[in-house]
C-alpha cells in the first residue's frame, strides 16, 4: 500500500476512552432513573451523530436541554480517571514517523478540548494537522475531512484514515480515501466488520498489516 498520509480519529482509536464514555452516560442515565447499559450493549448502539444513540439507550431527549446535557456528558468524560492512551499507541506513532509518513487528526471532539487531551497526553507533535469541530454535538466529520484534505493538499487514495467506527468508514468512503478500522474502541468488532473495511484488533497489527 502506497501511503502519502495517515489520518487518525482520536476518541477510540488512539485514546483509550470507551470505559470514560460508557461511565459518563450511566451517571447520566442513573440521575434520571433510566436503566443503566453495560459496555457490550454500549459498543452495540453508540454511533453518530450521538443524539440516535442517546435515543436508543433511552434518553428522552424531547424533554431535555441538549446544550446542557453535551455540556453535562464532557463534564463528566473529562473528569474520568479511566482515560489513557491505547496501549501502543505511541509505538505506532513513533514508528510512522519515523518512516517519514506524515499524521494528522479527525475528530468529532471540539477543537479546544481535542487540542488540550492531546496536549496532555504528549502527542501534539507528531501530527500536521488537529482537525476538531466547534462544537460539543458529536455530529458528522466529514466537512471538517474535506478541509483537511484541502488544506494539506492531499491525494485522498494515498491517504489511510484509521478510526473504530462505522463513521469513520463513512467518512473515508465520502472523501475517496482508504480505511482502517480497529476494534477496541467504541464499536464491537462485529459491527465494524459489516462496513467492507478491513479490522484489525487493536493498534499493535497495524505495522504488519502494512508490511512495515
Not at 440521575?31 to 433511552?58: K, N, T
Not at 513513533?94 to 471540539?110: D, K, N, W, Y
Not at 484514515?161 to 463513512?170: A, N
Not at 473495511?197 to 493498534?203: A, C, T
Request: proline share 3%; net charge negative; with cysteine.
Amino acid at each position: 500500500m502506497r501511503l502519502s498520509h495517515i489520518i487518525w480519529d482520536w476518541n477510540g482509536t488512539l485514546l483509550d476512552d470507551t470505559q470514560a464514555g460508557l461511565n459518563a452516560v450511566n451517571a447520566m442515565l442513573d440521575a434520571r432513573g433510566l436503566p443503566m447499559i453495560d459496555l457490550d450493549a454500549y459498543r452495540e448502539r453508540f454511533g453518530f451523530p450521538v443524539q440516535d444513540f442517546y435515543r436508543a439507550i433511552g434518553f428522552r431527549l424531547e424533554n431535555e436541554d441538549w446544550d446542557a446535557m453535551a455540556c453535562e456528558f464532557h463534564d463528566r468524560f473529562l473528569s474520568d480517571t479511566t482515560l489513557r492512551l491505547h496501549e501502543h499507541a505511541l509505538s505506532v506513532l513513533t514508528l510512522f514517523r519515523q518512516t517519514g509518513i506524515p499524521q494528522s487528526v479527525l475528530s468529532a471532539s471540539e477543537q479546544s478540548i481535542l487540542d488540550n487531551m492531546m496536549r496532555d497526553f504528549g502527542v501534539s507533535h507528531f501530527f500536521d494537522a488537529m482537525f476538531g469541530t466547534d462544537n460539543l454535538y458529536g455530529h458528522s466529520k466529514l466537512d471538517l475531512g474535506h478541509a483537511l484534505l484541502q488544506r494539506l493538499t492531499l491525494q485522498p487514495e494515498n491517504v489511510l484514515l484509521v478510526g473504530d467506527s462505522l463513521h469513520d468508514h463513512e467518512v473515508a468512503t465520502a472523501l475517496g480515501t482508504r480505511c482502517l478500522l480497529i476494534a477496541q474502541g467504541h464499536q464491537s468488532h462485529s459491527r465494524l466488520a459489516r462496513s467492507g473495511s478491513p479490522v484489525l484488533e487493536d493498534l499493535a497489527q497495524i505495522p504488519a498489516w502494512l508490511n512495515l
